[in-house]
């Protein structure tokens, strides 16, 4: 499978910096969106440092993927290495958070998508999602570890407007709080023409799955797409940064529409 | 009004209206909150109105009073305040219309604080947040079970499933015509979702799977010569 994408990260209208970092590599078959959170621009440091960290074991996997990432349990070596990297990540920022004063308590949210053949690995710390999107319907494909969500799936009929508590927004789980951290790692079989979206709460928050999933519908380029939701979102009030990083799964290899047609 | 609701574990115990009074918070029968457990003190805490806020007070408690994590032994409290008195958890609950003046505070992500194992924490597992290692997944275990030409179960435990003729595949399917890997089930958090592989064709119910397919209980899978049903676990 071979992917397309387009990603955007916006400030919003309400924040004075953007604490989201995303990454996007169609040669690696590598995505990340994090979502930091911190004092002064602990938040910056923190998602750029998930990056960063994931970034770097994941790429080196894929040029060797090595007896390390070996399987583990019920994953494969590649969810066993996206797991790794999260790990690692979570690792690196909490060390910070510890060594440097200004950076105390600082995390992050943590997606990761990465093709590996014909599997695509979904991973996921805090409240960023990645949805799989088709022209039937749209999926979320990681949980959120908000305390809402938490208390949503031990009380599936509770209905969320009767609280008080703004549970929404907050997180039981950070990549970087504690010494280490409980990644989610889902892999799925995508089909050609699969799109997955990867995104932080800036524009969940602000846009339901229907809408998002219309928007995406509407067509047009991968970097229109991406407009499209950032300004809805900002439409809507813009309240957190907005992150968005959409992609295209196509069929590898050269049939004969692709020849024709192809991209 | 501003509540405080009394948790123990993901149990919601009761629910105690604050109606700008003073409430005590203990062991002892005596108070407005009674919390029975032995790391609880006799008068362990109070809440006092103060105009439009409340304050929290320890009252000298032997095993501390918590809030979102950190030991207070006075503090104001904001909506979802998480005050943790021994092992129970009493959450501070203001209704829409007085949230909704502090909304501005509270749509930044914020983590649950949680106690990171000091002397007198209380708290066990300080390694996990309190409210996180209740946490329940979506996931509930499930088999295959064969109905016609293969083995016996197949418990589904790995994130994807992989059903074919090839040495790789997860759950062996025989047939001079199956392919190495027909189909996949993927485990996620919407439920387990069947896809077949390439051209394969595979049959749910009866009828061919295009696309992708959520599994419900009971359906019946078609791979080849093989039958297989899914079901839930227990």
């Known amino acids: 499978m071979k992917i397309h994408s387009a990603g955007l990260t916006d400030i919003g209208r309400k924040r004075d910096n953007n604490e989201d970092t995303f990454y996007a590599d169609d040669q690696v078959g590598l995505y990340i969106v994090a979502d930091g959170m911190g004092g002064h621009r602990a938040g910056e440091v923190a998602s750029s440092t998930v990056v960063s960290s994931v970034k770097d074991y994941m790429e080196a996997f894929h040029t060797s993927p090595v007896a390390k990432d070996a399987k583990e349990g019920n994953m494969s070596p590649a969810a066993t290495a996206v797991s790794h990297s999260i790990e690692l990540a979570n690792r690196v920022v909490f060390q910070l958070s510890q060594d440097q004063g200004s950076y105390k308590g600082m995390g992050s949210t943590a997606a990761v998508a990465y093709m590996h053949g014909d599997t695509l690995v979904t991973a996921n710390v805090g409240d960023s999602r990645i949805y799989l999107i088709r022209a039937d319907g749209i999926e979320q494909l990681t949980q959120d570890h908000t305390l809402l969500a938490e208390h949503m799936r031990k009380n599936p009929n509770w209905d969320p407007n009767s609280a008080s508590i703004p549970m929404k927004h907050i997180l039981v789980r950070a990549v970087g709080i504690h010494e280490t951290v409980e990644t989610d790692v889902y892999e799925i079989q995508p089909l050609p023409g699969d799109l997955i979206l990867m995104c932080s709460d800036g524009l969940t928050d602000m846009l339901s799955d229907e809408e998002i999933h219309q928007a995406v519908l509407e067509g047009g380029a991968l970097e229109e797409v991406c407009d499209r939701l950032v300004e809805m979102a900002n439409e809507r009030g813009g309240l957190d940064n907005i992150t968005a990083v959409l992609m295209l799964l196509q069929k590898e290899g050269k049939g004969l529409l692709q020849k024709l047609f192809g991209s | ?234």
């Open chain 2, 1 to 234: 009004m501003a509540q405080l609701i009394l948790k123990f574990k993901d149990l919601v115990l009761k629910d105690f209206d604050l109606a700008g009074d003073s409430k005590t918070i203990g062991r002892e029968p005596g108070n407005d909150i009674v919390v029975e457990n032995l790391l609880v003190s006799g008068y362990h805490a109070r809440v006092d109105a103060a105009g439009k806020d409340y304050i929290l007070t320890d009252l000298q408690s032997k095993n501390g009073t918590f809030v979102n994590g950190e030991q207070v032994t006075s503090k104001k409290l904001k909506n979802g305040d998480q005050i943790l008195i021994g092992k129970h958890l009493l959450v501070f609950s203001l209704d829409p219309a007085e949230v909704e003046e502090a909304q501005k505070l509270t749509e930044e992500t914020m983590f649950i604080g949680v106690a990171q194992g000091t002397a007198e924490t209380p708290s066990q597992e300080p390694e996990t947040p309190l409210l996180a290692r209740t946490a329940v997944s979506a996931e509930r275990p499930a088999l295959l079970s064969f109905m016609s030409g293969g083995g016996a179960e197949y418990e589904i435990t790995k994130k994807l499933v992989k059903l074919g003729r090839g040495a790789e595949a997860d759950v062996q399917i025989g047939g001079f015509f199956t392919p190495k890997v027909a189909a996949t089930i993927s485990r996620r958090p919407t439920g387990y979702h069947l896809t077949p592989v390439g051209r394969a064709k595979i049959k749910v119910n009866d009828t061919q799977v295009t696309g992708s397919r959520r599994l419900r209980e009971f359906d019946t899978i078609e791979v080849g010569p093989v039958k297989l049903q899914f079901y839930y676990k227990g």
